[in-house]
């Protein structure tokens, strides 16, 4: 069992930056693959990036590759969002998850087994 705690969310204007944080407790963070969830106003739930349990493996979504860098510190039990150059269509709840899956980096939510509660963002044009 892992608890996943997201923090660092926030309003922001278009075009700055933000940083989110995930932190695990439990079993250490190096034992699942990572990722990051978000849901926009009237949408689905969607993938944005992940990491592998070593971090060499990093999906992102289209829409947010060049723009967003996943990361994390297994020391520190820790997964990390880094968020430039936001746009309002990035406005939503952010969730963190996590899977025990090691092998693969997957990208859909279906396949992860913990959550956080989520972290709004929200970006003003």
């Known amino acids: 069992q892992v608890r996943l705690i997201e923090s660092g969310g926030g309003l922001v204007q278009a075009g700055r930056s933000l940083t989110l944080s995930c932190a695990t407790s439990g079993r250490t963070a190096s034992s699942y693959t990572m990722g990051w969830f978000r849901q926009g106003p009237g949408k689905e739930r969607e993938f944005v990036a992940a990491?592998?349990?070593?971090?060499?493996?990093?999906p992102y979504a289209d829409s947010v590759k060049g723009r967003f860098t996943i990361s994390r510190d297994n020391a520190k039990n820790t997964v990390y969002l880094q968020m430039n150059s936001l746009k309002p269509e990035d406005t939503g709840v952010y969730y963190c998850?996590?899977?025990?899956?090691?092998?693969?980096?997957?990208?859909?939510?279906?396949?992860?087994?913990?959550w956080g509660q989520g972290t709004q963002v929200t970006v003003s044009s």
């Open positions: 998850a996590a899977t025990g899956t090691r092998a693969v980096v997957p990208t859909s939510a279906g396949e992860y087994d913990y």
């Open positions: 990491i592998s349990w070593a971090g060499r493996r990093t």
